[in-house]
């Protein structure tokens, strides 16, 4: 069984890795519209070459597990000892009827493939699910399917594409009129006359590239002001949706709540959160702040000091600090609050190391005095419960 498990194993990845290739195999050009561009043949217009894309993954994903099939038997013949599947000397019921029925199956879904291939190839494509969705689209002045494709054609050739990549097998197009989602085998196109886009979600996941790290991406949904056309849902990184808003022709609408925060935004709630936890202030060591406000921004009052908590060793080992590396007591009456602290804190770390900023140290502001977020404490009457009873009390 050993071989059989290994093969299976073998032709699972690579059936998954051309449905869905890494970057390193696209900068190889190991990819069904790398090796098929001659077929394709792009300068014959976008829609026409995602029609033969759609195509030619439909017959290579269904030939798949026909190959695997041919390759078993192929390998049970050659090594009867080896590789016994057809060969086997007892094998079971169940097992003898699995494989037959994936052999059936196999076949079955090549013989499909074919044939809906086939058919949206006759009359010029017209049958295509891409063909059918762009008769939709037509208009007095677009009337039939080709005339909207060419449309579609000569405003892809221009320089003012937008083209945002998604996932390994879908990016959105916006044209001057027109919002494209290319998808695996059939694409979402519509108006942006007809447009209307709502973003209705905020995800936060993590990410592979060079280093794992977590990435904001906002969901949007695109409906059709007519019902002629389905809506369907964008997924984009929330780093392009300037270039997204800037695109369209109607504005986007953003729910409540939907935020959109940037990388220091979303790290001053977390540097906030853990200041709260820290003790506060005690009044000996704090100067008289009086009415100032906030040395940064000028606007929220200084509501934060910097006054050694932190013990000076290793968080990962325990070994004691070098005196360079150890946090420093700090002289500076309050100055800052802790919004503009905690931006100032984000500016002076790398962004590579964005996973562990917490944990890092920078400087004040004024004294240059080390320190890092477990030094940073609230003032007495200052922390955020506090200040927002006494903002009720004055309302």
Excluded at 143 to 152: L, M
Excluded at 348 to 369: G, H, I, N, V
Aim: charged residues 20%; hydrophobic residues 45%.
């Amino acid at each position: 069984m050993v071989p059989h498990v290994i093969y299976c194993i073998g032709f699972v990845m690579l059936f998954f890795f051309l449905i869905f290739p890494t970057s390193e195999m696209e900068s190889a050009g190991l990819t069904v519209n790398r090796l098929c561009a001659h077929y394709f043949a792009a300068e014959h217009g976008f829609i026409q070459y995602h029609m033969k894309a759609t195509s030619a993954k439909l017959l290579l994903h269904a030939t798949m597990p026909f190959a695997f099939v041919w390759f078993v038997w192929i390998m049970a013949w050659t090594n009867p000892d080896e590789f016994g599947v057809t060969g086997a000397a007892d094998p079971s019921y169940a097992a003898e009827f699995a494989w037959n029925a994936f052999c059936s199956s196999s076949g079955t879904v090549l013989l499909l493939a074919v044939l809906t291939v086939g058919y949206w190839a006759t009359d010029g494509w017209s049958n295509h699910p891409i063909a059918k969705q762009l008769q939709l689209l037509t208009t007095p002045t677009l009337p039939d399917w080709r005339s909207v494709a060419t449309n579609i054609n000569d405003e892809y050739r221009r320089d003012t594409k937008l083209s945002i990549r998604a996932n390994a097998i879908s990016t959105l197009i916006v044209t001057e009129s027109w919002i494209i989602k290319t998808n695996l085998y059939v694409h979402n196109i519509l108006s942006q006359s007809d447009a209307l886009m709502c973003a209705y979600k905020i995800e936060t996941k993590e990410v592979i590239t060079d280093t794992v790290e977590s990435a904001e991406f906002v969901n949007i949904v695109a409906k059709p002001l007519e019902a002629r056309v389905r809506p369907f849902n964008i997924r984009i990184h929330t780093a392009h949706i300037r270039d997204l808003k800037d695109r369209v022709q109607r504005p986007i609408v953003v729910l409540p709540t939907v935020q959109f925060r940037s990388l220091t935004e979303r790290f001053v709630e977390v540097f906030k959160e853990q200041v709260a936890l820290n003790p506060i202030a005690p009044p000996s060591v704090v100067p008289d702040a009086g009415g100032d406000n906030c040395l940064a921004c000028l606007q929220a009052r200084p509501d934060v000091k910097l006054v050694k908590y932190c013990l000076d060793v290793d968080a990962t080992t325990g070994a004691p600090l070098s005196p360079s590396d150890r946090c420093q007591p700090c002289a500076c009456r309050p100055l800052w609050c802790v919004e503009c602290l905690a931006t100032w804190f984000a500016s002076r770390q790398q962004r590579y190391e964005r996973d562990s900023w917490l944990s890092k140290k920078t400087t004040c502001p004024m004294c240059r005095a080390l320190f890092c977020v477990r030094d940073v404490c609230y003032l007495e009457n200052r922390t955020p419960a506090e200040a927002q009873q006494q903002e009720q009390q004055e309302s």
